[in-house]
């Protein structure tokens, strides 16, 4: 984004683009951890509630550094949810711990699908779907539709802390699941190496793309029937 204004000057594209992804920080990242917290509460761990994460609210959720990462990189993270396993209900506890962790990922593909619904809607139904108001209201729900994408995608990663790792962490035997967290400090900034050098640019988009034309096909066959 900052590269993008220096190289180009201030656009409306580009500022269209920003207010997507403020919209992502303010209100797409909370949904996300509060999908977290509600999922688990749901399995008897109430430790989100308890320290006032089970909420919409952007302050208890937003990270400064993580909300920086979507200003420049279109994807990064807000405060962890804690998630205390011993709470859960007894049973298959690291299922539910996957459980819990799918369910952020989930939450931005039902706000992809959501906003992907509002900017095919527009551009169906308005009279002038590619100038003025209608053309920067499609602009803005398609941009936050694709940065949400990108968040799930980039979330399922499975290595820690993104929440990928605990989706792994009901496949793989906790011996070697725990080696793996040992070096959670090192690899996020391997993560953050590969995502400035573009390298992941590759297979994320990929995967995201694959996503991104699952949601407007289903979308499609929702406004073909109307």
């Not at 509460?41 to 208890?60: I, S, V």
């Not at 804690?82 to 299922?95: D, E, L, M, Y």
């Not at 539709?145 to 906790?174: Q, T």
Request: glycine letters at 8%; one cysteine or more; hydrophobic letters at 55%.
């Amino acid at each position: 984004m900052i590269f993008d204004l220096i190289r180009n000057g201030l656009t409306i594209d580009l500022v269209v683009n920003m207010l997507a992804r403020i919209f992502i920080i303010f209100c797409v990242l909370p949904f996300h951890e509060f999908a977290h917290a509600f999922v688990a509460q749901k399995f008897g761990d109430d430790t989100a509630r308890l320290k006032g994460r089970l909420t919409l609210n952007p302050l208890a959720h937003v990270d400064p550094f993580g909300a920086l990462m979507i200003i420049l990189a279109g994807f990064g993270y807000a405060k962890p949810v804690p998630i205390n396993v011993g709470r859960f209900k007894r049973g298959k506890r690291k299922q539910q711990m996957a459980l819990v962790a799918l369910a952020g990922p989930v939450s931005n593909v039902i706000m992809a699908f959501i906003c992907m619904l509002v900017f095919m809607g527009i551009q169906r139904f308005s009279m002038s779907p590619y100038v003025g108001m209608p053309y920067y209201l499609t602009l803005f729900f398609n941009y936050a539709c694709s940065i949400n994408i990108s968040l799930a995608v980039f979330n399922l990663i499975p290595i820690p802390p993104l929440d990928g790792s605990r989706i792994l962490s009901a496949v793989l035997p906790d011996k070697y699941y725990f080696k793996l967290m040992q070096y959670e400090r090192y690899i996020i900034l391997l993560i953050f190496v590969l995502i400035f050098t573009n390298v992941l640019d590759g297979p994320m988009s990929l995967v995201s793309g694959l996503i991104y034309n699952g949601l407007m096909t289903v979308v499609r066959a929702i406004y073909g029937i109307f």
